[in-house]
């Protein structure tokens, strides 16, 4: 059975497809495909980059133990430890000290 058999199936289907245009009759789907290039390819790239750092940063520590071994762990929860500490500050910020 072919997908369209009735010619009103597909006026419908024209119809809901025409409708999902901006005022002046551009595709939304195509523009947001467009506009979401950039986004996504800087969310790959610092996926890849972090990826890469840590794993470089593991195997460090792993290998070099010691010394090495405890600055990469304390930096690693200094790093980690900053965004929940900034919330902290913002949160207080805007609830006030009470």
Same mark, same amino acid.
């Given at each position: 059975?072919?997908?369209?058999?009735?010619?009103?199936?597909?006026?419908?289907?024209?119809?809901?497809?025409?409708?999902?245009?901006?005022?002046?009759?551009?595709?939304?789907?195509?523009?947001?495909?467009?506009?979401?290039?950039?986004?996504?390819? @800087?969310? %790959? /790239?610092?996926?890849? !980059?972090?990826? &890469?750092?840590? *794993?470089?940063?593991? =195997?460090?520590?792993?290998?070099?133990?010691?010394? @090495?071994? %405890? /600055?990469?762990?304390? !930096?690693?929860? &200094?790093?980690? *430890?900053?965004?929940? =500490?900034?919330?902290?500050?913002?949160?207080?910020? @805007?609830?006030?000290?009470?």
């Amino acid at each position: 059975m072919r997908p369209f058999s009735s010619p009103l199936l597909a006026a419908e289907r024209i119809d809901r497809l025409s409708a999902r245009t901006d005022a002046i009759g551009r595709d939304i789907l195509s523009r947001l495909i467009h506009g979401a290039r950039l986004s996504l390819l @800087i969310g %790959i /790239a610092v996926v890849t !980059l972090s990826v &890469i750092s840590g *794993t470089i940063l593991g =195997l460090v520590a792993g290998f070099f133990r010691g010394v @090495i071994e %405890i /600055a990469i762990m304390r !930096l690693m929860d &200094i790093t980690l *430890t900053l965004p929940s =500490l900034l919330l902290a500050i913002v949160i207080v910020a @805007i609830l006030g000290p009470a």
